[in-house]
């Protein structure tokens, strides 16, 4: 399996509060993603890095800002987090821009705003 | 704008029985296409993946894969199911680009369920 850690696992948390998710990558891929997972949309891209401060919008990135200050490090922060917010959060990592790389996904934060 | 359909939200089988998941794609040029397992609580698997060649593919845990041009469809196949293979799956379509490396839209999924 790829070397993917995210953290937290979980995480409760009230409306309005800060959070940050933490991805963790030890295979040196370029590319590294955020999603979310809700029921009947699959996954949704949030964010995208394809450097170490090199950072882009993916479809729903509203309400998200991600910084990559490091290869190894790609985080995602909640700036005041919402309830529409709650959901399940996955991190994946790729290592060369051709379509046929395909993606490695972590173990999923699973975040709960009350 | 490319996109993923998967009709079936959810579907239910018995042990060792066939099973077929459909995918349909929208994409203009050709496409690059993947299926993803996910079982309860676990991050996504890959399960195979298409970009040419034999458009019959292969992939773990016994899985295949047949993609058709002409109908647009990847749909995803399996001789004989058993209980383990009950999860969520997911069909993909990838665009590669050097800003954003395989960019991959996803369908919405397709629940399995196994019956004993």
């Known amino acids: 399996d790829a070397g993917i850690t995210q953290s937290p696992r979980h995480k409760v948390t009230e409306t309005g509060t800060p959070v940050t998710l933490r991805c963790h990558q030890t295979e040196n891929h370029r590319y590294m993603y955020w999603y979310r997972q809700d029921p009947g949309h699959g996954l949704r891209l949030i964010h995208y890095?394809?450097?170490?401060?090199?950072?882009d919008k993916g479809e729903v990135s509203d309400g998200y800002s991600v910084s990559r200050s490091k290869t190894e490090d790609f985080l995602l922060t909640l700036e005041s987090a919402t309830s529409s917010q709650t959901s399940v959060y996955f991190c994946?990592?790729?290592?060369?821009?051709?379509?046929?790389?395909?993606?490695?996904f972590g173990d999923g934060t699973r975040l709960s705003i009350l | 704008a490319q996109s993923v359909t998967q009709p079936d939200i959810h579907i239910t089988v018995s042990e060792g029985a066939s099973l077929e998941l459909r995918c349909n794609y929208s994409y203009g040029a050709t496409p690059y296409l993947f299926w993803y397992v996910q079982s309860p609580g676990q991050g996504l698997q890959l399960l195979l993946k298409?970009?040419?060649?034999?458009?019959l593919v292969q992939g773990i845990k016994g899985f295949e894969a047949e993609f058709k041009r002409s109908q647009s469809s990847f749909n995803l196949r399996k001789p004989s199911v058993h209980w383990s293979d009950a999860a969520e799956y997911f069909c993909a379509v990838g665009a590669g680009s050097p800003h954003a490396g395989n960019m991959l839209t996803f369908g919405g999924g397709t629940r399995l369920m196994v019956k004993p």
């Open positions: 994946a990592i790729s290592q060369q821009s051709s379509g046929n790389q395909p993606q490695h």
């Open positions: 298409y970009f040419s060649g034999d458009t």
């Open positions: 890095s394809y450097g170490v401060k090199d950072t």
